[in-house]
């Protein structure tokens, strides 16, 4: 099973039951050759959960900007669907603003899709900001001592700067909520319009390289670090 989820070797996953670490639903397994049922049993190899189920897909996207963060639009505009090369129907994990480009999930995987949206969890997102200097020193620590918003106050739990040209500044906003326009509404308070957004991160998944419109297959380590963010 181990091996067949895309853990290593079938040498390998049993180096790794014999040294201890692996469990099935909280339990200590010693002995390869265990029988698990992968729809009801939770294997963890390292603590971290092994997704063992078949039929389980999880992706990252780049949208593209003036992309609609939804898998169709009754509008007739470009949506996440016009990108997505494979035949399961996929949940997109939270949203992005039509003029906001970068990282989205997709899965089938509704528990985890919940967990990973739901404000309770607190899972952080990653954005890089272009917006026009100068940057007053403080900046960073008003953002993280929090903004009073219409809705209700708001912080950043990191920021920095992560390049300037001239007036043209790039930074790096990290928060763990998700409330629609965020960043934009954020910066805009404290005198910073954005001019244009990216989210480089979701939880511990990076954009890295990944280019806008196409999209990739997440690692076993990548998932099992998904649902580590989220208790799963």
């Known amino acids: 099973?181990?091996?067949?989820?895309?853990?290593?070797?079938?040498?390998?996953?049993?180096?790794?039951?014999?040294?201890g670490r692996v469990t099935v639903n909280g339990k200590d397994v010693f002995r390869f050759g265990e029988r698990v049922d992968p729809r009801r049993d939770v294997i963890h190899v390292d603590g971290r959960r092994v997704e063992t189920r078949a039929e389980m897909r999880y992706y990252a996207i780049n949208k593209p900007r003036g992309v609609v963060?939804?898998?169709?639009?009754?509008?007739?505009?470009?949506?996440?669907?016009?990108?997505?090369?494979?035949?399961?129907?996929?949940?997109?994990?939270?949203?992005?603003?039509?003029?906001?480009?970068?990282?989205?999930?997709?899965?089938?995987?509704?528990?985890?899709?919940h967990r990973l949206t739901h404000p309770s969890y607190g899972v952080q997102k990653t954005y890089l900001a272009e917006i026009h200097g100068p940057i007053p020193r403080d900046l960073g620590k008003r953002l993280r001592a929090g903004v009073n918003l219409e809705d209700g106050p708001a912080k950043a739990d990191r920021f920095r700067i992560f390049d300037q040209v001239g007036r043209r500044v790039l930074v790096e906003i990290t928060l763990h909520e998700g409330r629609k326009h965020i960043v934009r509404r954020l910066l805009k308070e404290v005198g910073?319009?954005?001019?244009?957004?990216?989210?480089?991160?979701?939880?511990?998944?990076?954009?890295?390289?990944l280019k806008p419109g196409t999209m990739r297959a997440l690692t076993v380590t990548e998932i099992g670090e998904l649902y580590k963010a989220v208790g799963l």
Not at 1 to 19: F, P, V
Not at 72 to 78: A, L, N, Q, T, V
Not at 84 to 101: I, K, S, W
Request: glycine share 10%; aromatic share 4%.
């Open 1 to 19: 099973m181990l091996a067949e989820a895309g853990i290593g070797s079938r040498r390998h996953c049993e180096e790794l039951i014999g040294e």
């Open 69 to 113: 963060s939804t898998m169709s639009d009754e509008r007739g505009r470009k949506s996440l669907a016009d990108y997505v090369e494979v035949p399961e129907r996929l949940f997109h994990v939270g949203r992005l603003d039509t003029d906001t480009e970068g990282l989205i999930l997709l899965t089938n995987d509704g528990e985890l899709s």
């Open 192 to 209: 910073f319009p954005v001019q244009q957004l990216a989210r480089i991160e979701f939880g511990p998944i990076r954009l890295a390289s």
